[in-house]
């Protein structure tokens, strides 16, 4: 997870026409690069309009522009009503107060905040069961969300194994691709980047989001 982009301006629509509207929908999409505020994994048509402040708990900010983001079904159905007072995705740079790290071993995400939040602490409890799942084990749906996302972040490891090898321009320029603001993980590339200073000398200026 990182600091996600919102347009300061709300779409005309939104006041006529409310959240539903296909210009609100896409307004959103734009801004978030068509990524989940969560897992930072692109959808397509497995989207939802998500409200921090859930409609279940305030109805009165169902149509509040810095109330709504863009989120995954399978992450949007699991914060439900429970999480309405974690952070709003465009508040803080997350990358930097929440560490994101993998075990490999265990095959766990591990979520970590640098410092005593009551906002924070309930955003890590969302994170860690998107990741790890409700239960002593990962489910069905749990287990396919964990492969697709580890799909893509060991392909980032791969890349970067293979600059550490051969630090070519072509091999440098693969490791940035990685990097860019459209792609998924973005959160726990920046976390692995930054425990190795050489890695972080070298790509730190590539992991600058939406500030």
């Known amino acids: 997870m990182i600091k996600v982009y ?6 005309e629509k939104l006041a006529e026409a409310g959240y539903t509207c296909d210009e609100v929908k896409q307004a959103i999409l734009n801004d978030q690069k068509d990524k989940c505020y969560l897992c930072e994994r692109k959808v397509t048509t497995d989207y ?7 409609r279940t708990n305030n109805k009165e900010k169902v149509n ?5 983001f863009l ?3 399978y992450c949007n159905d699991r914060k439900k009503h429970y999480y309405d007072d974690i952070p709003l995705p465009n508040q803080l740079e997350f990358e930097n107060v929440i560490s994101q790290t993998i075990n490999l071993k265990t095959q766990k ?3 970590r905040i640098s410092k005593i939040n009551p906002q924070l602490a309930k955003l890590k409890e969302l994170l860690d069961k998107l990741f790890n799942g409700k239960g002593i084990c990962r489910n069905l749906m749990e287990n396919r969300f964990w492969n697709d996302f580890m799909s893509v972040y060991r392909n980032f490891l791969r890349r970067v194994a293979a600059y550490k090898i051969d630090p070519t321009e072509e091999n ?3 490791v940035i691709e990685e ?3 459209e792609q998924s993980a973005l959160g726990f590339k920046y976390a692995f980047l930054n425990k190795d200073a050489e ?3 070298e790509f730190q200026d590539y992991c600058k989001w939406n500030k």
Do not use: Y
Request: aromatic share 10%; charged share 25%; with cysteine.
């Open 6 to 11: 919102k347009s300061d301006k709300a779409p």
């Open 48 to 54: 939802q309009v998500e409200h921090i402040v859930s």
């Open 64 to 68: 509040e522009w810095e109330n709504l």
């Open 71 to 73: 989120a995954c079904n």
């Open 109 to 111: 995400a591990d979520f």
């Open 172 to 174: 440098k320029q693969l």
């Open 179 to 181: 990097l860019s603001i």
């Open 199 to 201: 890695l972080w000398s």
